[in-house]
């Protein structure tokens, strides 16, 4: 942005010496500036944006304090891709330079005063305090938790989308396609970090070209060390040089784990939120109960998408890669073991919690991972239960029975 107004601010001063500042002129105020007058309006303005870009940045970094404190370190990559902070600066950083290139040329210039530039160094002006109203809006509004685990909760919603068409392309791999006997070779990594991506284009690739089978062992979020295994490769033994370096390359490290590609960062987000919300330092049910719902909602979205495991197959269906991408019985398995160890002291959230797992039932009517779901209810209310008075334990009973009363009625 800063350089697009450095652009458009030699373009203008080009159209005010071709003569559009003498048409503009005769139009009289605000047009019709004198030289000191445009000089100190240019240094009274270039002089209010830096200190407003100080005062964005002092408040950016607010925001990102409280953020961290109220809701976790691992948002602050979120609040830094603020798109509206981001334009924020820009937008006032443009300003400023399109303010200082007018201002070196008046009195000193074809035109002594460049009437269009002066104008539309004022325009600028006017539209970047009016983003400003609307940044302190949105900056505010950003610190509301309930606001961040709906934008969470939004963005996972998406991620799974996403991963569900990537999966649905080809069908699901059999667990008796994969070899358990024969020639087969285990590939190591080279380094150290976090899979932050995974090449399954590429993969493919280089199986069908050399008649293999790969079965990968990580998946995106995974911690590696030269010596975890990255994949085990079946139809060899004595696997090239070429065929390592393929799977190596199309797993992508990097020095921190990043939401990009792993809905389940995403998801390890809302639960870390609900850990904190019910911590007895901060004892905040209501926003507990808010990731619940929100991840309850990712779920229902799972099962809409049928969401699973991605694999490769060639033209003829034969498989080439096994991923552990993720898929719904991970899933769930994350969200109600993780809201269990942690939320169960608190019998509000523990009928909360039960009471989704009976909302999942309509959107798992069919499928094959009831029995998962009705495993975790039987966990939950158990250990929900420990510890309760008479009228607290039954209130825990009931809303477990009608749970799995609207799991019966689907069957």
Same mark, same amino acid.
């Given at each position: 942005m800063a350089a697009g107004a450095f652009v458009v601010a030699v373009a203008s001063l080009t159209a005010d010496g071709m003569g559009a500042s003498e048409a503009l002129r005769r139009l009289g105020p605000p047009f019709d500036i004198q030289e000191d007058a445009a000089r100190e309006l240019l240094s009274t303005l270039a002089g209010a944006m830096v200190t407003v870009v100080s005062l964005v940045f002092s408040l950016t970094l607010v925001t990102l304090t409280v953020a961290a404190g109220n809701l976790g370190v691992r948002l602050l990559e979120r609040y830094m891709q603020n798109r509206v902070t981001q334009v924020t600066m820009g937008l006032f950083v443009g300003t400023f330079v399109f303010s200082v290139v007018v201002l070196s040329t008046v009195g000193s210039g074809p @035109? #002594? !005063?460049?009437? /269009? &530039? @002066? #104008? /539309?160094? +004022? =325009?600028? &002006? +006017?539209?970047? !305090?009016?983003? =400003?109203? %609307? #940044? %302190?809006? $949105? +900056?505010?509004? &950003? =610190?509301?938790? $309930?606001?961040?685990?709906a934008g969470i909760g939004t963005a996972l919603r998406d991620q799974v989308r996403v991963a569900a068409a990537l999966a649905a392309v080809v069908r699901p791999a059999d667990e008796a396609e994969v070899p358990t006997t024969g020639r087969r070779c285990t590939v190591t990594g080279t380094g150290t970090g976090y899979v932050e991506a995974i090449d399954t284009e590429a993969l493919g690739a280089a199986a069908a070209v050399h008649g293999v089978i790969v079965d990968l062992c990580v998946r995106q979020g995974d911690h590696l060390t030269p010596v975890d295994r990255l994949a085990v490769l079946h139809g060899t033994d004595a696997p090239s040089a070429e065929l390592l370096e393929a799977v190596r390359a199309a797993i992508v490290l990097g020095s921190v784990r990043t939401e990009a590609d792993d809905p389940m960062f995403l998801l390890h987000l809302l639960v870390e939120i609900a850990a904190r919300a019910l911590s007895p330092a901060v004892n905040d049910l209501y926003t507990a109960r808010a990731c619940a719902d929100h991840l309850t909602g990712v779920l229902v979205h799972g099962f809409e998408q049928r969401l699973r495991r991605v694999t490769v197959r060639d033209a003829d269906g034969r498989l080439l890669v096994r991923t552990r991408s993720a898929d719904l019985p991970r899933m769930i398995d994350t969200t109600f073991d993780s809201l269990r160890r942690n939320g169960m002291h608190n019998s509000s959230f523990a009928l909360r919690l039960i009471e989704n797992i009976g909302r999942l039932a309509p959107a798992a009517a069919g499928s094959p991972l009831v029995p998962l779901l009705l495993g975790h209810l039987d966990r939950i209310a158990e250990h929900a239960a420990e510890g309760l008075l008479p009228a607290d334990r039954r209130a825990v009973e009931d809303s477990a029975a009608a749970a799995r009363e609207a799991f019966r009625r689907l069957l």
């Open positions: @035109v #002594a !005063v460049p009437a /269009l &530039s @002066v #104008a /539309l160094t +004022l =325009l600028h &002006s +006017l539209a970047a !305090v009016g983003w =400003l109203m %609307f #940044a %302190f809006h $949105d +900056l505010a509004r &950003s =610190l509301q938790i $309930d606001q961040a685990a």
